[in-house]
């Protein structure tokens, strides 16, 4: 493998890795403040409980996302000259003000959110809590604006050395595709966020400990991820509507449809061969059209095929064609489960149900996954060009020896799932801890069959719990 290559992979894991931290602060932080406010407005020791819990879960998330964020901009420095050569008049100042605008919002009251709730009383703290949560928007806003650009490039002319230059900044911020590009990916990291509250909470409900406040925040999550699920597939339509109109190419890989036509079917299954230019083993779903449908609405509306375009201009579609599905997938399993959630609710038995319980359980990393899935299906399906229809990646790239490419890949390898692993051992052992216990709960054992677990499982902490009225 060349260096172009070497250092694509490069960054999609670092970028990959990162992404995951913001879409998990994203949630958590507006949770917590959202538990910041319900303290300070009613003083209930539930909420308090678990807004400090919480609190401790998102530092550390938010640590692994500093941590993980510089490190992008100088690999776009060493490894990426070319792009930076060509568009730091239009991504500089994007960078720029999302550190003046956000990374200092959050960095001037994180410190207040960590340590200062009993020292600054519960409205400072909740304005603090505030904004760290409209710090954590506000990044993701610059940094969807500065991707979103380089999907749908405007705003701008480029001068006889290949260099971008801004001709108009609205056009060149609201471009395009970004109001979708963020709303798509904010709604998808609250919607993670709740999936994994729901998750923890879950826990412990199957064992029995720290029920009372288990309860309440595992009811919060589930109606947000009532209102979330089906939300985030009315703008992920949206969403691939815009992409079809402005990356008709992309949209022909996430399909893996070769020929321009109409009524088009939908595959659930196929192997692309870009060899031969046509699907192996296909498996279609038994409705005419029913593509052109959810893509134009109509089920006769016209889709682009790859063949449209010279070969040379096509993404790698295997990887869009699979990672489509993917996230697709996860988001109709997130959607089923937040609607038998209701039905659970509805009937009185949301908290005693074990098998649901162990669902959401299994369900936290689903989230993370169709993120990732998804930015694979942005970048991967933009191929080859890093902005599009402008500046190819081969020309993006800085010329050095594959081998100083390859030597800090695998460093970054190393070091980032070091990270990870530490990251799983620390969160795991606080979420399994749990919420300070509450004065009103009495100590109890945990659930039969897990007497003998022992302070591995059970956190290193005591279990606390209460009796369910009939219904609950």
């Given amino acids: 493998m060349d260096a172009l290559v070497l250092s694509r992979i490069q960054f999609a894991f670092t970028v990959g890795f990162h992404i995951l931290w913001p879409a998990f602060t994203i949630g958590i932080a507006s949770f917590v403040a959202f538990l910041s406010f319900l303290t300070w407005r009613t003083g209930d020791p539930v909420y308090r409980a678990l807004m400090r819990f919480w609190i401790r879960i998102f530092a550390l998330g938010f640590g692994m996302g500093v941590i993980t964020g510089i490190v992008l901009g100088y690999q776009i420095g060493t490894n990426w000259s070319g792009f930076s050569r060509s568009v730091s008049n239009v991504l500089g100042p994007f960078f720029m003000y999302e550190v003046l605008s956000a990374f200092f919002l959050e960095a001037g009251f994180i410190g207040i959110v960590l340590f200062g709730e009993r020292r600054v009383g519960p409205g400072l703290h909740f304005f603090a809590c505030l904004m760290v949560a409209c710090g954590t928007l506000i990044s993701a806003g610059w940094i969807l604006a500065s991707n979103s650009w380089m999907q749908t490039p405007a705003g701008h002319v480029v001068d006889a050395d290949g260099v971008f230059h801004v001709t108009d900044w609205a056009s060149a911020f609201f471009n395009p595709s970004y109001p979708y590009r963020l709303i798509h990916m904010v709604c998808a990291s609250y919607l993670t966020g709740s999936f994994v509250v729901a998750g923890v909470s879950a826990w412990h409900l199957w064992r029995g400990t720290h029920v009372k406040a288990s309860r309440v925040a595992f009811s919060m999550a589930m109606w947000a991820s009532l209102l979330l699920a089906p ?184 070091v980032y799932n070091l990270l990870l692993l530490a990251f799983f051992w620390y969160g795991a052992r606080v979420a399994m801890r749990g919420p300070e216990p509450l004065s009103d709960e009495t100590p109890n054992a945990v659930r039969p069959g897990l007497e003998q677990a022992g302070p591995a499982l059970a956190g290193g902490a005591p279990a606390y719990s209460r009796s369910l009225a009939p219904g609950e």
């Avoid at 893996?256 to 230019?277: C, H, K």
């Avoid at 990393?365 to 890093?386: K, S, Y």
């Fill in 231 to 414: 939300l985030q597939a009315l703008l992920g339509d949206a969403h691939g509507r815009n992409t079809l109109v402005h990356q008709p190419t992309k949209v022909a890989a996430m399909e893996g449809l070769w020929d321009t036509g109409r009524a088009v079917p939908s595959l659930i299954f196929a192997w692309p061969d870009m060899t031969q230019e046509r699907n192996l083993y296909a498996i279609e779903v038994p409705i005419k059209g029913f593509a052109s449908l959810y893509l134009t609405h109509s089920w006769t509306g016209e889709v682009q095929g790859l063949k449209a375009v010279p070969a040379a201009d096509r993404p790698y579609v295997p990887f869009v064609f699979f990672a489509f599905r993917i996230m697709v997938g996860i988001a109709l399993l997130l959607i089923a489960l937040a609607f038998t959630g209701a039905v659970l609710r509805w009937r009185g038995r949301l908290f005693t149900t074990r098998w649901f319980q162990l669902a959401c359980v299994a369900a936290m990393p689903l989230g993370f996954v169709a993120i990732i899935a998804g930015w694979t299906v942005t970048e991967t399906g933009r191929q080859p060009f890093v902005v599009y229809g402008h500046l190819r990646t081969a020309d993006a790239v800085t010329v050095q020896p594959a081998g100083a490419v390859l030597s800090s890949l695998i460093l970054f390898f190393v």
